[in-house]
């Protein structure tokens, strides 16, 4: 089993930065690859970031390209989500996923942009 808990949402102006932290624990050594998925309001869930746990090249989704970085720590077992250069439709209910022989979610964290 892996736990994650995400933190470090809020309400932020448009052109803003937040940075998401994902604090994962218990069989972290199962774990492949750390994403971030997001869910805006009326949406289906969509990627957002991912990248191999043991570390390597990182994926974006093209909206959030240039914008968006993800990072992970494997000593402190956390991932990280820098968000910078906010839009209003980057608001959303950001999860963290951990993806191994099972797929582990958040519960997620909000995140709001206004305008």
């Known amino acids: 089993q892996v736990q994650l808990v995400e933190s470090g949402g809020g309400l932020v102006q448009a052109g803003g930065s937040l940075r998401l932290s994902c604090a994962a624990s218990?069989?972290?050594?199962?774990?492949?690859?750390i994403r971030w998925f997001r869910r805006p309001p009326g949406k289906d869930h969509e990627f957002v970031a991912g990248?191999?746990?043991?570390?390597?090249?990182?994926s974006y989704a093209d909206s959030v390209k240039g914008r968006f970085t993800i990072s992970r720590d494997n000593a402190e077992n956390t991932a990280s989500l820098q968000m910078n250069s906010l839009k209003p439709e980057d608001t959303a209910v950001y999860y963290c996923?951990?993806?191994?022989?099972?797929?582990?979610w958040g519960r997620g964290t909000q995140v709001t942009v206004s305008s």
């Open positions: 218990g069989r972290t050594d199962s774990i492949g690859t």
């Open positions: 990248v191999p746990w043991g570390g390597g090249r990182a």
């Open positions: 996923n951990a993806l191994g022989m099972y797929d582990y």
